[in-house]
Nanobody, 123 residues
């Protein structure tokens, strides 16, 4: 399976921007569609965005399309999530995951997950 490690999270003030990274290893990164999920304490894990193998297609969850941008660099085996105008409601652990589904949007379509990176947004 592909091994995934997220980074780039931290404590930021509302209105700031962050770019999260997800580094893949162990398998051919470009063979898999990729996605980002987030989970706040006491909440269900929710889908954020997904991107196809060659980055030709992207899909965003409703309400997230405006401030979130998913991208990938297959030469570096890295997935990115840019978040602009961060709000306290964005506070969560952000996970990346790999999938063999064309445009995966739900948890069950992913077979491997990173450990997550914490994003905390202060008022």
């Amino acid at each position: 399976q592909v091994h995934l490690v997220e980074s780039g999270g931290g404590l930021v003030q509302a209105g700031a921007s962050l770019t999260l990274s997800c580094a893949g290893s162990g398998r051919t990164f470009s063979n898999y569609a990729m996605g980002w999920f987030r989970q706040a304490p006491g909440k269900e894990r929710e889908f954020v965005a997904s991107i196809s193998r060659s980055a030709g297609s992207t899909y965003y969850a409703s309400g997230m399309k405006g401030r979130f941008t998913i991208s990938r660099d297959n030469a570096k085996s890295t997935l990115y999530l840019q978040i602009n105008s961060l709000m306290p409601e964005d506070t969560a652990v952000y996970h990346c995951a790999a999938s063999e589904t064309n445009i995966p949007t739900i948890v069950r379509e992913y077979f491997d997950w990173g450990q997550g990176t914490q994003v905390t947004v202060s008022s």
